[in-house]
């Protein structure tokens, strides 16, 4: 089995997990036992032991892989691929910028004098670059210089490749005396600018992203020479890995609620700020404390990045059996960290994979063309709202998953004493329809009058987060207002702010509640439910009796944006009498929308 890749990086070192031997035998499956991983991230409690047989690890399940294939699972797990997919799906490099300035700064290199070129050719500018990359290594990051002063280390608590993390004590100011988690990372492993990049956007979105229950919380940063040092609060309780594997495999649905409202809510938050994840899994959620009824934390930031509302980003980054189809396809945002949250949430109910196989590319397989069996024990007796909560998130089509506040208001999970948090694809959504036709405004409104209960439950919270006024009606203020109130410096960061100036539209005039169902209904989403049927009928009705009106199909291209070469399709979508029927309707709904839409060249 191949490593995982995402950041080009051709020593492996921008990694912050462990350097775990992986199988290398093939062969797909559907499901398997679920002991996930061996995947440490640099700041939970792996065991530092020496490597065993995978007959040795005590897994309450059989380890899926062949006996005697150089597997070195930690003691409590089986084995997962590293997190970094390394071939298979090479991506663009995530280091162009860094490489091109380092051409433009040192000039074409050529080999030093006394060595061997490579038999038979000579090198490219970009090799010659990466060769003398380290020596133009800049590893000063500007953190303090006292760590030693602060805090005192202790005894270590995990080992990865590229470094390791101790206990540690405050010894003076608000943490005197107090124990922290200290990661440290090495900066002899820093052999590329791609890898110091990598620790400083950490440490700059652990720095930016707080105030949430349910994040971990950083205290500070600091270097020396030799390392970097990031300074954490303390979590106890453990992996929720370990958890899981500690009783036997599966929560009961109401345990799993609590994780799952855990997980969504901070998620929701990292999302309103504008940061990806990206490495959602068991492993990145640690426990405050060994009681049951502990919360978790969201941990590892080493993979996440800060994005804008409507950019897409193409570096393949994640760990196998959690990464999403778009993530393999290169072009994703948002909603590849809901993917991960419905597979955990999948093994939560019923303590296997949805997706697994004997090798990456299998894996990889099974993620794109395979569906998640819920016929086998012990789906059968879970609910059918967990059931449909899962399938949701677990939708292939990026566009019909719920966001992590959709989420919050599923029924499964729904609970007055969990708010629905603010959503920033309601801002997308609302920006969408005020640029769109009049036309197109028509159809979404009967659209909205359309919608079930359940969909106004989500729709209603976030028009009472927007703070109407005593009539009703909310303006561009309000939309501005609520995201200054959500906001930290990550926000600023990933300029989620500028999406208030693309609804400029509505700096003149005011939305009540039916219209702003109209603009923040997702037809996609709406599409993925059991009733989209019964909704699309019900709408179109309403569309026949207020809306519909004689269309040509040079004017409906020119509504999609469409040349005279979809004429030939458009037609379809016309009656005999010049309306839109049932089909053009729904089709009409769905707009035009392009997968590579704002990529992010890495």
Request: glycine letters at 6%; aromatic letters at 8%.
């Given at each position: 089995?191949?490593?995982?890749y995402?950041?080009?990086?051709?020593?492996?070192?921008?990694?912050?997990?462990?350097?775990?031997?992986?199988?290398?035998?093939?062969?797909?499956?559907?499901?398997?036992?679920?002991?996930?991983?061996?995947?440490?991230?640099?700041?939970?409690?792996?065991?530092?032991?020496?490597?065993?047989?995978?007959?040795?690890?005590?897994?309450?399940?059989?380890?899926?892989?062949?006996?005697?294939?150089?597997?070195?699972?930690?003691?409590?797990?089986?084995?997962?691929?590293?997190?970094f997919?390394?071939?298979?799906?090479?991506?663009?490099?995530?280091?162009?910028?860094?490489?091109?300035?380092?051409v433009?700064?040192?000039?074409?290199?050529?080999?030093?004098?006394?060595?061997i070129?490579?038999?038979?050719?000579?090198?490219s500018?970009?090799?010659?670059?990466?060769?003398?990359?380290?020596?133009?290594?800049?590893?000063?990051?500007?953190?303090?210089?006292?760590?030693?002063?602060?805090?005192?280390?202790?005894?270590?608590?995990?080992?990865?490749?590229?470094?390791?993390?101790?206990?540690?004590?405050?010894?003076?100011?608000?943490?005197?005396?107090?124990?922290?988690?200290?990661?440290?990372?090495?900066?002899?492993?820093?052999?590329?600018?791609?890898?110091?990049?990598?620790?400083?956007?950490?440490?700059?979105?652990?720095?930016?992203?707080?105030?949430?229950?349910?994040?971990?919380?950083?205290?500070?940063?600091?270097?020396?020479?030799?390392n970097?040092?990031?300074?954490?609060?303390?979590?106890?309780?453990?992996?929720?890995?370990?958890?899981?594997?500690?009783?036997?495999?599966?929560?009961?649905?109401?345990?799993?609620?609590?994780?799952?409202?855990?997980i969504?809510s901070?998620?929701?938050?990292?999302?309103?700020?504008?940061?990806?994840?990206?490495?959602?899994?068991?492993?990145?959620?640690?426990?405050?404390?060994?009681?049951?009824?502990?919360?978790?934390?969201?941990?590892?930031?080493?993979?996440?990045?800060?994005?804008?509302?409507?950019?897409?980003?193409?570096?393949?980054?994640?760990?196998?059996?959690?990464?999403?189809?778009?993530?393999?396809?290169?072009?994703?945002?948002?909603?590849?960290?809901?993917?991960?949250?419905?597979?955990?949430?999948?093994?939560?109910?019923?303590?296997?994979?949805?997706?697994?196989?004997?090798?990456?590319?299998?894996?990889?397989?099974?993620?794109?063309?395979?569906?998640?069996?819920?016929?086998?024990?012990?789906?059968?007796?879970?609910?059918?709202?967990?059931?449909?909560?899962?399938?949701?998130?677990?939708?292939?089509?990026?566009?019909?998953?719920?966001?992590?506040?959709?989420?919050l208001?599923?029924?499964?999970?729904?609970?007055?004493?969990?708010?629905?948090?603010?959503?920033?694809?309601t801002?997308?959504?609302?920006?969408?329809?005020?640029?769109?036709?009049?036309?197109?405004?028509?159809?979404?409104?009967?659209?909205?009058?359309?919608?079930?209960e359940?969909?106004?439950?989500?729709?209603?919270a976030?028009?009472?987060?927007?703070?109407?006024?005593?009539?009703g009606?909310?303006?561009?203020?309000?939309?501005?207002?609520?995201?200054?109130?959500?906001?930290?410096?990550?926000?600023?960061?990933?300029?989620?702010?500028?999406?208030?100036?693309?609804?400029?539209?509505?700096?003149?005039?005011?939305?009540?509640?039916?219209?702003?169902?109209?603009?923040?209904?997702?037809?996609?989403?709406?599409e993925?439910?059991?009733?989209?049927?019964?909704?699309?009928?019900?709408?179109?009705?309403?569309?026949e009796?207020?809306?519909?009106?004689?269309i040509?199909?040079?004017?409906?291209?020119?509504?999609?944006?469409?040349?005279?070469?979809?004429?030939?399709?458009?037609?379809?979508?016309?009656?005999?009498?010049?309306?839109?029927?049932?089909?053009?309707?729904?089709?009409?709904?769905?707009?035009?929308?392009?997968?590579?839409?704002?990529?992010?060249?890495?």
């Open positions: 089995m191949g490593q995982c995402g950041k080009t990086n051709p020593n492996s070192e921008n990694d912050h997990a462990p350097n775990t031997t992986t199988t290398t035998g093939d062969g797909d499956g559907d499901r398997s036992p679920l002991p996930i991983s061996a995947v440490g991230n640099g700041y939970n409690s792996v065991k530092n032991t020496p490597a065993r047989s995978s007959s040795s690890q005590a897994s309450p399940w059989p380890s899926p892989y062949p006996h005697g294939e150089g597997v070195s699972p930690s003691p409590a797990r089986g084995t997962t691929p590293r997190r997919f390394r071939r298979h799906f090479p991506p663009p490099s995530p280091a162009k910028h860094i490489r091109a300035s380092l433009k700064r040192l000039g074409k290199q050529t080999p030093k004098e006394g060595t070129p490579e038999e038979g050719r000579s090198r500018p970009e090799e010659s670059v990466a060769a003398t990359e380290e020596q133009a290594l800049d590893k000063r990051f500007g953190y303090g210089k006292n760590f030693g002063a602060k805090y005192e280390l202790g005894r270590e608590v995990g080992r990865g490749h590229f470094g390791h993390t101790c206990y540690g004590r405050g010894k003076k100011g608000e943490l005197n005396n107090k124990p922290v988690a200290v990661k440290i990372i090495s900066k002899a492993k820093m052999t590329t600018a791609i890898a110091i990049e990598d620790v400083r956007r950490e440490v700059k979105l652990l720095k930016a992203l707080s105030g949430h229950k349910h994040l971990i919380k950083f205290h500070d940063a600091f270097e020396d020479s030799n970097v040092y990031i300074v954490m609060e303390l979590c106890e309780g453990g992996e929720l890995l370990d958890r899981i594997l500690s009783r036997g495999g599966r929560y009961t649905e109401e345990d799993a609620k609590v994780i799952v409202l855990q969504l901070v998620v929701a938050f990292c999302h309103l700020q504008g940061v990806v994840h990206r490495d959602l899994k068991p492993e990145n959620f640690l426990f405050t404390s060994r009681s049951q009824d502990a919360d978790v934390k969201l941990i590892d930031f080493g993979l996440s990045d800060f994005i804008r509302p409507d950019e897409r980003l193409n570096d393949i980054v994640g760990s196998a059996y959690y990464v999403a189809p778009e993530v393999l396809h290169r072009s994703y945002s948002v909603e590849a960290d809901i993917w991960s949250i419905g597979v955990i949430t999948f093994i939560l109910l019923c303590g296997s994979r949805p997706f697994w196989a004997r090798t990456e590319s299998g894996i990889f397989r099974s993620v794109l063309r395979a569906d998640p069996n819920f016929d086998d024990l012990p789906w059968p007796s879970v609910s059918p709202e967990a059931k449909d909560f899962v399938k949701r998130l677990l939708n292939k089509d990026y566009r019909k998953r719920m966001s992590a506040a959709q989420a208001a599923h029924p499964w999970l729904r609970d007055d004493n969990h708010p629905i948090p603010l959503d920033i694809l801002y997308k959504l609302v920006k969408s329809y005020l640029h769109a036709t009049p036309f197109k405004c028509a159809a979404a409104k009967a659209l909205s009058k359309a919608l079930t359940k969909e106004l439950v989500y729709l209603g976030q028009f009472r987060l927007l703070e109407p006024n005593r009539d009606y909310v303006s561009l203020e309000n939309f501005k207002m609520a995201l200054a109130r959500h906001a930290t410096d990550a926000m600023s960061e990933s300029k989620v702010l500028d999406i208030i100036n693309t609804m400029e539209p509505l700096a003149n005039r005011k939305m009540d509640f039916e219209e702003f169902c109209a603009a923040a209904t997702s037809t996609y989403q709406l993925a439910l059991d009733k989209w049927e019964d909704i699309a009928n019900n709408a179109f009705e309403h569309f009796r207020e809306g519909n009106r004689v040509s199909i040079e004017e409906l291209a020119i509504e999609l944006n469409l040349g005279p070469s979809a004429y030939s399709i458009l037609k379809d979508w016309i009656r005999d009498d010049g309306k839109l029927n049932l089909f053009g309707y729904t089709k009409f709904l769905h707009g035009v929308t392009l997968r590579t839409s704002n990529p992010r060249q890495r």
